[in-house]
């Protein structure tokens, strides 16, 4: 079964890190492009970071550029996205995402069920 | 603010067809692919059309999904129960270096 479960979400104060982790399973991973998409409370899916199937490439939302890395384990299956600095604004459910098509990076058709990740004092 | 507009909510009762829009500009949905997803109450988005217009295996095809210059749709016919749900569309964005853009969500409720 194709599966993705992420985990390290917590509660962290603001200036903090946190590091995700995302475990897949059930597919030949390096051979899929990866995002990172998150939910603050009530609002809608916002798009984090991207990273391309051998690190190719990798994007990020401006709204966490310089704070946020994101990063792949080919051999562990794994994928991760570090988070230092963190703000307030950046309270949400942090999804891994699965890019199944090679033309469009909005593509997603695996999502795990989600880590949660509260900033706050 | 989001940079793909989608109106708030939209209603319809059992049977019916409800359809959902989603307005862009010429560097993302002018130019690039368009997809949709339904997130029901406390679950994790699910893909329904990529590519403009294409279903995934298993989605009904009630679920249709249609792109005209800087706008595309998403119309869901003989509309039940279980589509009650929040929805969005996406696509890539030339600007900025490349990002994923989402709309705002509309939330489908069956009257």
């Known amino acids: 079964e194709v599966q993705l479960l992420e985990s390290g979400g917590g509660l962290v104060k603001p200036g903090g890190s946190l590091r995700l982790s995302c475990a897949a399973s059930?597919?030949?991973?390096?051979?899929?492009?990866m995002n990172w998409v998150r939910q603050a409370p009530g609002k809608g899916l916002e798009w984090v970071a991207s990273?391309?199937?051998?690190?190719?490439?990798?994007y990020y939302a401006d709204s966490v550029k310089g704070r946020f890395t994101i990063s792949r384990d080919n051999v562990d299956n794994s994928l991760y996205l570090q988070m230092n600095s963190l703000r307030a604004e950046d309270t949400a459910v942090y999804y891994c995402?699965?890019?199944?098509?090679?033309?469009?990076?909005?593509?997603?058709?695996?999502w795990g069920k989600g880590t949660t990740v509260t900033v706050s004092s | 603010q989001s940079v793909l507009t989608q109106p708030p909510s939209a209603s319809e009762t059992p049977g019916q067809r409800v359809t959902i829009s989603c307005s862009g500009s010429?560097?993302?949905?002018?130019?690039?692919?368009v997809s949709w997803y339904q997130q029901l109450p406390g679950t994790a988005p699910k893909l329904l059309i990529y590519?403009?217009?294409k279903r995934p295996s298993g989605v009904p095809d009630r679920f249709f999904g249609s792109k005209s210059g800087t706008s595309a749709s998403l119309a869901i016919g003989g509309l039940q129960s279980e589509d009650e749900a929040d929805y969005y569309c996406?696509?890539?964005?030339?600007?900025?270096?490349?990002?994923?853009?989402f709309g705002g969500g509309t939330k489908v409720t069956v009257l």
């Open positions: 590519n403009n217009n």
């Open positions: 995402t699965r890019v199944f098509t090679l033309i469009a990076q909005n593509d997603m058709d695996v």
């Open positions: 059930g597919f030949t991973f390096r051979s899929y492009s």
């Open positions: 010429i560097s993302n949905v002018g130019t690039n692919p």
């Open positions: 996406s696509a890539w964005d030339d600007s900025l270096n490349g990002r994923v853009v």
């Open positions: 990273i391309g199937g051998s690190s190719s490439f990798i």
